[in-house]
């Protein structure tokens, strides 16, 4: 039995620096800071803690289920951890990136974490070309949602609440997709949970600087957690042989390759360059494994 066993078991609900917030099982939110210098807590992990002061000291992280981050040269930032779902969040307006949406995708294969995309802002004239830049994705199997968050509320919640019940679901996409929109629109008193958070991490006005879990439900058993928008996702954790299979329209065709450890760049019979030749794979996905390949080959 693990020397920690007798100590409380909480769940981390937001961090900030070297603070987190942890949550009891009966619901009461205590501060609480790690044990020694390294801090690796994430929201989503358990953990073991116990109380000094007003406050609390974590001295354990319990063993994780997944972990969903990126690295790039010169860091590496966690999102969130023991996740049922990813939603990657995703507008009309302003045009998404691609490469990011792919790279979230590709995180979230490795981590063997579902996903879903939602693409928000139906109701706009844009829609018609996000929907056809989504089209690949939809092909791969990947669940892909369309909302009017602000314009058709009451059709998004019915919508997206049975999709999210009983499971911790990550929320990513930049600013001015309806992060925002989407969690005041499900979770009843996020702005509640948001001032009693900022306040508690002394992190002032909240514009999402820090990860944040929220409850959906009064019974606790819903979680939706927001995360700050990033301009960069870096994909270092990824081994560049491995690539192409968590990239599924890319796997499907790379058993017909010639070679074992094809490349899918210049190699003859190439079973993912000739299925990109007959419109199997389409040209932008295909553009972007080669992007990410070269970040994966540089720096090896």
Known sequence: MSKFAGLDVGL???????????ETPEGERI???????KSDCVVGDRVRWQA?????????????????????????KSFAANLDQLLVLVAAEPVFSESQLARALIAAEDAGIPARVLLNK??????????????????????????????R???????????????????LGPSGTGKSTLINLLAPDARAQVGEVSQALNSGRHTT?????????????????DSPGFQEFGLRQIDAQR?????????????????????????????VRAALERGAISESRYRIYGEILGELVKRA
């Open 12 to 22: 981390v609900v937001a961090g900030h620096g070297r603070h987190y917030v942890v």
């Open 31 to 37: 501060i609480c800071h790690p044990r020694g210098k």
């Open 52 to 76: 000094s002061g007003d406050e609390g000291v974590i001295e354990h992280v319990e063993p994780r289920r997944n972990l969903l981050f990126r690295q790039d040269e010169w860091k590496t």
């Open 122 to 151: 139906a109701d706009l004239p844009a829609i018609g070309m996000a929907r056809e830049r989504l089209k690949a994705y939809a092909a791969m199997g990947i669940d892909v949602l369309e909302v009017a968050l602000k314009a």
């Open 153 to 171: 509320k009451d059709e998004a919640s019915a919508l997206l609440a049975p999709l999210l019940q009983g499971r911790a679901t990550l929320v």
């Open 209 to 225: 600087t820090h990860t944040q879990w929220y409850w959906l439900n009064e019974s606790r058993e819903t979680g939706l957690i």
């Open 243 to 271: 690539l192409s299979s968590l990239m599924p329209d890319l796997s499907e065709h790379a058993g017909a390759c010639k070679f074992y450890n094809c490349s899918h760049q210049h190699e003859p019979a190439c079973g």
